[in-house]
Protein backbone atom coordinates (compact mmCIF):
# COMPACT_ATOMS: atom_id res chain seq x y z
CA UNK A 1 0.00 0.00 0.00
CA UNK A 2 2.99 2.22 0.92
CA UNK A 3 5.02 1.67 -2.09
CA UNK A 4 1.37 2.43 -4.39
CA UNK A 5 0.65 5.77 -2.32
CA UNK A 6 4.47 6.57 -2.81
CA UNK A 7 4.47 6.25 -6.65
CA UNK A 8 1.30 8.40 -6.76
CA UNK A 9 2.56 11.24 -3.88
CA UNK A 10 4.86 13.19 -5.85
CA UNK A 11 1.83 14.07 -8.51
CA UNK A 12 -1.08 14.22 -5.94
CA UNK A 13 -0.75 16.12 -2.32
CA UNK A 14 -3.85 13.74 -1.11
CA UNK A 15 -1.75 10.77 -2.07
CA UNK A 16 1.26 12.51 0.30
CA UNK A 17 -1.09 13.13 2.85
CA UNK A 18 -2.59 9.29 2.60
CA UNK A 19 1.56 8.23 3.02
CA UNK A 20 1.94 9.89 6.06
CA UNK A 21 -1.15 8.61 7.56
CA UNK A 22 -0.46 5.15 6.89
CA UNK A 23 3.15 5.45 8.23
CA UNK A 24 1.54 7.44 11.08
CA UNK A 25 -1.21 6.46 12.62
CA UNK A 26 -2.05 9.07 15.33
CA UNK A 27 -1.58 11.43 12.20
CA UNK A 28 -4.94 10.65 10.93
CA UNK A 29 -6.21 13.78 13.55
CA UNK A 30 -3.34 15.24 12.46
CA UNK A 31 -4.33 18.15 9.57
CA UNK A 32 -1.84 18.53 6.81
CA UNK A 33 -0.92 21.39 4.17
CA UNK A 34 0.88 22.83 0.90
CA UNK A 35 3.81 25.00 1.78
CA UNK A 36 3.37 28.48 0.83
CA UNK A 37 7.45 28.48 -0.52
CA UNK A 38 8.69 26.97 -3.77
CA UNK A 39 8.65 23.46 -4.15
CA UNK A 40 12.14 24.25 -4.94
CA UNK A 41 13.77 25.14 -1.67
CA UNK A 42 14.72 21.80 -0.46
CA UNK A 43 16.01 23.77 2.31
CA UNK A 44 12.67 23.81 4.10
CA UNK A 45 10.84 20.37 3.16
CA UNK A 46 8.65 20.54 5.91
CA UNK A 47 7.85 22.51 8.79
CA UNK A 48 5.31 22.54 11.70
CA UNK A 49 3.37 24.95 12.88
CA UNK A 50 0.84 25.07 16.02
CA UNK A 51 -0.75 28.17 15.26
CA UNK A 52 -3.48 29.53 13.97
CA UNK A 53 -4.39 25.80 13.80
CA UNK A 54 -1.76 22.81 13.83
CA UNK A 55 -0.83 21.62 10.48
CA UNK A 56 2.16 19.61 9.16
CA UNK A 57 3.14 21.17 5.92
CA UNK A 58 4.32 18.99 3.05
CA UNK A 59 7.53 20.27 1.22
CA UNK A 60 9.34 19.09 -1.81
CA UNK A 61 8.17 14.87 -2.46
CA UNK A 62 11.87 12.71 -1.35
CA UNK A 63 12.29 9.09 -1.49
CA UNK A 64 10.28 6.86 1.10
CA UNK A 65 13.09 6.61 3.66
CA UNK A 66 13.48 10.05 3.80
CA UNK A 67 9.47 11.33 3.43
CA UNK A 68 9.26 9.01 6.33
CA UNK A 69 11.52 10.41 8.77
CA UNK A 70 10.91 14.00 7.65
CA UNK A 71 7.31 13.23 8.62
CA UNK A 72 7.82 11.56 11.89
CA UNK A 73 10.20 14.81 13.32
CA UNK A 74 7.36 17.45 12.07
CA UNK A 75 4.58 14.81 13.93
CA UNK A 76 7.17 14.57 17.35
CA UNK A 77 6.34 18.47 17.11
CA UNK A 78 2.85 18.06 17.05
CA UNK A 79 3.26 15.37 19.15
CA UNK A 80 4.82 17.63 22.25
CA UNK A 81 2.61 20.39 21.58
CA UNK A 82 -0.54 18.28 21.88
CA UNK A 83 0.86 16.61 24.87
CA UNK A 84 1.77 19.68 26.76
CA UNK A 85 5.06 18.15 27.08
CA UNK A 86 6.60 21.10 25.81
CA UNK A 87 4.71 24.44 24.30
CA UNK A 88 5.93 28.28 24.05
CA UNK A 89 7.78 28.87 26.73
CA UNK A 90 6.73 26.30 28.86
CA UNK A 91 8.71 22.41 29.10
CA UNK A 92 8.00 19.84 31.42
CA UNK A 93 10.44 19.63 34.13
CA UNK A 94 10.93 15.79 33.71
CA UNK A 95 11.89 16.70 29.98
CA UNK A 96 14.14 19.86 31.41
CA UNK A 97 15.97 16.90 33.67
CA UNK A 98 16.46 14.87 30.76
CA UNK A 99 18.11 17.49 28.74
CA UNK A 100 20.62 18.22 31.41
CA UNK A 101 21.46 14.94 31.29
CA UNK A 102 21.76 14.44 28.10
CA UNK A 103 24.32 17.49 27.58
CA UNK A 104 27.48 16.15 29.20
CA UNK A 105 26.66 13.08 26.45
CA UNK A 106 28.02 15.85 24.12
CA UNK A 107 31.47 13.82 24.24
CA UNK A 108 34.46 14.11 21.84
CA UNK A 109 33.02 11.04 19.78
CA UNK A 110 29.69 13.01 18.99
CA UNK A 111 31.81 16.04 17.87
CA UNK A 112 33.97 14.88 16.12
CA UNK A 113 31.09 13.47 13.86
CA UNK A 114 29.96 16.89 13.40
CA UNK A 115 33.48 18.31 12.74
CA UNK A 116 33.65 15.24 9.65
CA UNK A 117 30.34 16.57 8.48
CA UNK A 118 31.49 18.48 5.25
CA UNK A 119 30.57 16.11 3.13
CA UNK A 120 27.28 16.27 4.33
CA UNK A 121 27.04 20.27 4.50
CA UNK A 122 27.90 20.51 0.76
CA UNK A 123 25.64 17.54 0.06
CA UNK A 124 22.10 18.49 0.10
CA UNK A 125 20.85 15.36 -1.68
CA UNK A 126 18.12 13.59 0.02
CA UNK A 127 19.79 10.02 1.49
CA UNK A 128 18.47 8.49 4.02
CA UNK A 129 21.93 8.19 5.60
CA UNK A 130 22.42 12.14 5.15
CA UNK A 131 18.98 13.02 6.62
CA UNK A 132 20.08 11.18 9.73
CA UNK A 133 23.04 12.92 10.28
CA UNK A 134 21.03 16.06 9.43
CA UNK A 135 19.14 14.85 12.42
CA UNK A 136 21.94 14.73 14.53
CA UNK A 137 23.59 17.75 13.67
CA UNK A 138 20.23 19.59 14.53
CA UNK A 139 19.75 17.55 17.86
CA UNK A 140 23.63 18.25 19.20
CA UNK A 141 22.91 21.87 18.48
CA UNK A 142 19.83 22.08 20.11
CA UNK A 143 21.41 20.51 23.45
CA UNK A 144 24.72 22.64 22.88
CA UNK A 145 22.63 26.00 22.24
CA UNK A 146 24.21 26.26 18.65
CA UNK A 147 27.80 25.90 20.16
CA UNK A 148 28.37 22.61 18.47
CA UNK A 149 26.36 21.45 15.53
CA UNK A 150 23.51 23.16 13.32
CA UNK A 151 20.71 22.93 11.76
CA UNK A 152 19.49 26.12 13.36
CA UNK A 153 20.90 29.64 13.86
CA UNK A 154 22.38 30.37 17.40
CA UNK A 155 19.40 32.79 17.46
CA UNK A 156 16.59 30.52 16.87
CA UNK A 157 17.98 27.85 19.64
CA UNK A 158 18.41 30.42 22.10
CA UNK A 159 14.61 32.04 21.53
CA UNK A 160 12.46 30.90 24.33
CA UNK A 161 12.13 26.64 24.79
CA UNK A 162 13.06 25.86 20.71
CA UNK A 163 15.99 23.77 21.75
CA UNK A 164 13.51 21.71 23.91
CA UNK A 165 11.24 21.66 21.07
CA UNK A 166 14.19 20.04 18.40
CA UNK A 167 15.41 17.46 21.18
CA UNK A 168 11.88 15.90 21.67
CA UNK A 169 11.12 15.82 17.83
CA UNK A 170 14.20 14.24 16.92
CA UNK A 171 14.18 11.84 20.06
CA UNK A 172 10.92 10.98 18.69
CA UNK A 173 12.08 10.28 14.78
CA UNK A 174 15.06 8.44 16.31
CA UNK A 175 13.33 6.28 18.38
CA UNK A 176 10.57 5.76 15.52
CA UNK A 177 12.71 5.22 12.56
CA UNK A 178 15.96 4.79 13.90
CA UNK A 179 18.93 6.47 13.64
CA UNK A 180 22.40 5.56 14.44
CA UNK A 181 24.09 8.35 14.84
CA UNK A 182 21.58 9.34 17.54
CA UNK A 183 21.26 5.81 19.31
CA UNK A 184 25.13 5.42 19.46
CA UNK A 185 25.84 9.01 21.38
CA UNK A 186 22.28 9.73 23.22
CA UNK A 187 20.74 6.01 23.75
CA UNK A 188 18.98 7.77 26.79
CA UNK A 189 16.72 9.75 24.79
CA UNK A 190 15.85 7.61 22.16
CA UNK A 191 15.07 5.22 25.56
CA UNK A 192 12.80 7.78 27.16
CA UNK A 193 11.21 8.24 24.02
CA UNK A 194 10.17 4.86 23.75
CA UNK A 195 9.15 3.97 27.14
CA UNK A 196 7.57 7.36 28.06
CA UNK A 197 6.01 8.75 25.00
CA UNK A 198 5.68 6.03 21.96
CA UNK A 199 4.78 2.89 24.39
CA UNK A 200 1.71 5.12 25.50
CA UNK A 201 0.92 8.00 22.97
CA UNK A 202 -2.72 6.70 21.75
CA UNK A 203 -3.40 6.11 25.17
CA UNK A 204 -1.91 9.47 27.39
CA UNK A 205 -2.19 11.84 24.69
CA UNK A 206 -5.85 13.52 23.49
CA UNK A 207 -6.05 14.77 19.80
CA UNK A 208 -9.10 16.04 19.80
Not at 76 to 101: C, N, W
Amino acid sequence: MLDELYLQMTHDFEHRVAFHRALIPSAVRATYGEPAWGLNDRRNLYVYVDTPQPCIFLGAPTEPSVEQNLGQHEFGHFLHYKSKKIVKGVTDPVFMKLMERLRPKVTVQSTDFVRTAHNWSVNLSRSLENEQFGCFFDLVGALTLGKVGGGHSQEYYNEGNNAAMEVFAHGYCASVCGNPYIEQCFPLLTRWMRTQLCMQAEKSISMD
